[in-house]
């Protein structure tokens, strides 16, 4: 249940900077980044950055910045990549400016985009401009797990039994599921992998129940899952059986 944790392992790799030196006439900036290349199943993306020169500048620079949204989070978040972010210069002089990064080993079920700073300088090195520009989305496909509790019972020898379902489209590794009884915590066991639309059941050893017990599957949130809000089950002692 990771929400939005910058924790991918994305690798920026080698750019090429492409500077033409064609005259353009146009006084307002025009800058603009896109995506060159949304690539599925090597988990990689390209995005080109362009811009002119205005007048007055004599360089150019820009700098890439990726953003990642991990499913099922709503909003993106900065990744710190290796070698991305730094800032790219055209040669002295040059009208336009274009510069290519791609990036790999994307993450499944993600989205990303790049935000890239673009800035002019004058011959004495000083800022003269600077803005900012979004790219479109860069989508990578993927299954994620859905662990829900399906059901808190109690056997005759007085023990507790809790059953979890996985009802995503993935395997679910490592989960963890913890038992509280009237609040109190009641032991936290590892489950086995479990597959896609199956369950799997523990036991747990605990008091007797006076008002209601809780059983709450990847209490530490250490799962992606393609839900989040239904990862506890509260049951009041009466209902147990």
Request: net charge positive; proline share 6%.
């Amino acid at each position: 249940m990771r929400l939005g944790t910058a924790t991918t392992c994305v690798l920026a790799c080698a750019a090429a900077i492409a500077v033409l030196a064609a005259p353009a006439p146009a006084e307002k900036p025009r800058q603009g980044v896109y995506v060159a290349k949304c690539n599925k199943l090597e988990r990689s993306a390209a995005f080109v950055g362009r811009m002119r020169a205005i007048r007055g500048s004599e360089e150019m620079r820009m700098r890439f910045t990726l953003q990642e949204r991990m499913l099922p989070a709503r909003s993106f978040q900065p990744l710190s990549v290796p070698g991305l972010d730094v800032w790219h210069k055209s040669r002295p002089g040059v009208r336009r400016f274009a510069f290519r990064q791609r990036v790999r080993a994307l993450a499944k079920a993600a989205i990303y985009k790049a935000v890239v700073a673009f800035r002019w300088y004058d011959a004495d090195g000083n800022l003269m401009r600077e803005t900012l520009e979004r790219s479109r989305r860069c989508r990578q496909p993927g299954a994620l797990p859905n662990l829900r509790i399906e059901r808190i019972g109690r056997r005759q020898d007085g023990r507790y039994f809790v059953r979890v379902g996985n009802v995503g489209r993935d395997t679910a590794s490592g989960a963890e599921v913890q038992l509280f009884v009237d609040g109190q915590n009641a032991g936290l066991v590892e489950l086995p992998d479990i597959l896609p639309y199956s369950i799997r059941g523990s036991l747990f050893a605990g008091p007797a129940c006076e008002g209601s017990v809780q059983a709450v599957v990847d209490p530490a949130a250490n799962l992606r899952e393609s839900a989040e809000d239904d990862n506890a089950l509260t049951v009041p002692c009466s209902e147990l059986r």
